[in-house]
């Protein structure tokens, strides 16, 4: 059965009320550059398409002193551009830069990755480590959530059909603060992620781990925060030993397939070693701003 | 489901500056239409999974793939393909360059090629050649190995910035 209805709703109410009324037959579109393969491959069967296309309030970065705004439609390369010069939020340019090709930055977007929830979604791992919340808008009005409820497993959410994701906010990290994400893959472009890793991290005054922030993706069903590993490094000196046992604490939460792209066992190791890097990524980042 | 039940909605292309108009399916791809409506079969189709970057266009100046791109997300937007790119019968500096570092083989992903590499060239007038490769990461290549292909993006892009400066010498040159 194909694609019977194509829609290019003008706002965000529109947008709404059609999703409403079309019932869970119908998809949005943003990019792309997941649903139109999934339509190809049989694996989703939308009897109506909701363009987003037409929503330009949800294609641009909000970036103030406190917080950060990001619509929706915001493309992959708007991302990679808009923090390009940023030590804080690095991380995320690092994120966007490795999804698929330019051509496939260009087209996908940022709702578009958090709402198909891919296990190796690129975005996730560093959005969970600046506790980013999400914006919907459906039938009842607009509601809020954090990222991590938001995500339940491989392709789902708390998002209802008819919701629309409108925007992602995360509260801009302060003081002595940068970010890392760092992603294996099997060669350096066009490779879905092995395994990634992302830290967020504050430094005291004194040079201790103030605020530290870690999350990993690929080595589970959803990307996840390494918790454990988080509450090893609060509040002590970053020195060799504590960072490789957090590496091996957070890799010991992973719960990774094992696949043609790499086993089980592989990934583990590749948590534990790459971990570590981004924190120091960061520790780099801070001391270089510093300067 | 028979054909003929598939609704079909107008379109309007901006393709190459000029206007085409056409009724499509809600899952027909700007690629098919590029190449089956208007017979602008220098846009190559190969994997149809954004894999490969053969059927790269511009759009809005941005290169994406055609194959997962739908016609009905282009509404009024500007597409250039690669028969778009010549000007008044003059080769694009991209196009010379290929030609002169012989860059090109059996010449499949070279249309693809040409627009991402411009698409880089458009944001990036100066990319080192490590930028370069990155910038046509999405594009593959079977037989070139790639070296030349670098090479002719780096030749046109110095092209490109002296034939800027020219301009830019004549122009304050005018206003003393
Ligand atoms: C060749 C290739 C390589 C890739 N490599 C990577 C990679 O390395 N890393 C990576 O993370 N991803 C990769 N991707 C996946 C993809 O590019 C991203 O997940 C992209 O961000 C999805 O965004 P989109 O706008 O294209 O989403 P779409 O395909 O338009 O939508 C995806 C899903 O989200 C829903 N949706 C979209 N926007 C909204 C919204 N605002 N509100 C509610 N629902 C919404 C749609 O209904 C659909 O179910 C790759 C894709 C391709 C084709
Ligand atoms: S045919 Fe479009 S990327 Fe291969
Ligand atoms: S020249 Fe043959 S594929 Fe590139």
Redesign the interface.
């Known amino acids: 059965?194909?694609?019977?209805?194509?829609h290019?709703p003008q706002d965000v109410a529109e947008t709404v009320a059609l999703a409403a009324r079309l019932g869970s037959e119908a998809y949005f579109?943003a990019g792309?550059?997941d649903l139109?393969?999934q339509?190809?491959r049989g694996r989703r069967k939308p009897g109506?398409?909701i363009?987003l296309?037409a929503l330009d309030g949800l294609k641009q970065i909000e970036s103030g002193a406190g917080l950060v705004s990001l619509g929706a439609l915001v493309t992959h390369?708007q991302i990679e551009t808009a923090f390009a010069a940023d030590p804080v939020l690095y991380g995320l340019v690092e994120s966007a830069q490795v999804v698929?090709?330019?051509?496939?930055r260009?087209?996908g977007t940022i709702g578009g990755n958090i709402c198909n929830a891919s296990p190796a979604a690129d975005l996730l791992p560093q959005l969970l480590t600046l506790d980013a919340e999400v914006v919907l808008t459906g039938g009842n009005g607009p509601r809020q959530a954090k990222l991590a409820d938001f995500l339940l497993g491989p392709g789902r959410t708390t998002r209802s059909a008819d919701e629309l994701l409108t925007h992602i906010r995360f509260r801009r990290p302060a003081g002595k603060a940068a970010t890392a994400f760092l992603k294996a893959g099997r060669r350096?472009?066009?490779e879905i992620s092995v395994i990634s890793v992302a830290a967020c991290i504050g430094l005291s005054p004194d040079g201790r781990l103030e605020d530290v922030r870690l999350a990993v993706g690929a080595a589970a069903p959803m990307a996840y925060r390494a918790h454990d590993a988080e509450i090893l490094l609060q509040g002590h000196k970053p020195d060799e030993d504590r960072l490789s046992r957090a590496g091996i604490l957070a890799a010991s939460a992973a719960v990774p397939i094992s696949d043609v792209r790499a086993s089980a066992e592989h990934r583990r190791r590749l948590v534990a070693a790459l971990l570590p890097r981004a924190i120091r990524q960061c520790l780099l980042r801070i001391e270089k701003a510093a300067q | 489901m028979s054909q003929h039940s598939v609704t079909r909605y107008p379109v309007s292309l901006q393709i190459n500056g000029e206007r085409y108009d056409v009724d499509v399916a809600p899952d027909t791809s700007l690629l098919d239409v590029l190449r089956d409506e208007f017979g602008l079969t220098g846009t190559k189709a190969n994997c149809l999974e954004a894999e490969c970057g053969v059927c790269t266009v511009l759009l809005d100046g941005k290169a994406v793939n055609a194959c997962i791109t739908l016609a009905l997300q282009c509404q009024g937007r500007q597409i250039l393909t690669i028969e778009g790119l010549a000007h008044g019968g003059e080769l694009h500096p991209l196009q010379t360059a290929f030609i002169e570092c012989g860059a090109v083989q059996c010449g499949y992903c070279i249309p693809g090629m040409i627009l991402t590499a411009k698409s880089l060239l458009d944001t990036q007038p100066d990319p080192d050649e490590a930028a370069i490769r990155e910038g046509l990461a999405g594009t593959l290549c079977r037989c070139t190995g790639y070296q030349k292909i670098v090479d002719a993006v780096a030749h046109a892009a110095r092209q490109m910035n002296q034939q800027q400066s020219q301009i830019k010498t004549t122009t304050t040159g005018d206003r003393q």
């Open positions: 059965m194909s694609v019977q209805g194509f290019i579109i792309g550059t139109v393969i339509m190809r109506h398409l363009s296309q390369k698929g090709g330019n051509q496939v260009h087209a350096r472009a066009m």
